[in-house]
């Protein structure tokens, strides 16, 4: 778990405290040629200030449930662990 704590700091300036690993996901697009495997932990802010790693133009918090179509991946992880619920779940 140091090397999320590391990876963090570096990419967003917070500081975290890691509780649990959520889930293991593969992301696979043949059309574009990649294959990642995110490994997920759930982390608590525990001091620094949010900015941008050098590699990012810009960073920011947003809500889960306001993510388009472009974040498929991502939506699709965020649901699997949680935090984006569906609609029809609510009913």
């Known amino acids: 778990m140091d090397a999320v704590v590391r990876e963090v700091e570096e990419e967003t300036g917070l500081l ?19 294959h990642y495997i995110h490994i997920v932990f759930l982390c ?4 620094g200030r949010l900015r941008a790693g050098s590699d990012a ?7 889960p449930n306001t993510l388009d179509k472009t974040q ?3 939506r ?15 009913h």
């Not at 975290?16 to 990649?34: C, H, M, P, R, W």
């Not at 608590?44 to 001091?47: I, L, T």
């Not at 699709?76 to 609510?90: S, Y």
């Open 57 to 63: 133009l810009e960073v920011k918090w947003c809500d």
């Open 44 to 47: 608590e802010q525990a001091g």
């Open 72 to 74: 498929a991946d991502l």
């Open 16 to 34: 975290v405290e890691t509780s649990k690993l959520l889930g293991v996901f593969d992301v696979i697009d043949a059309e574009q040629n990649y």
């Open 76 to 90: 699709r992880i965020l649901k699997a662990t949680g935090f984006i619920k569906d609609p029809k779940e609510n």
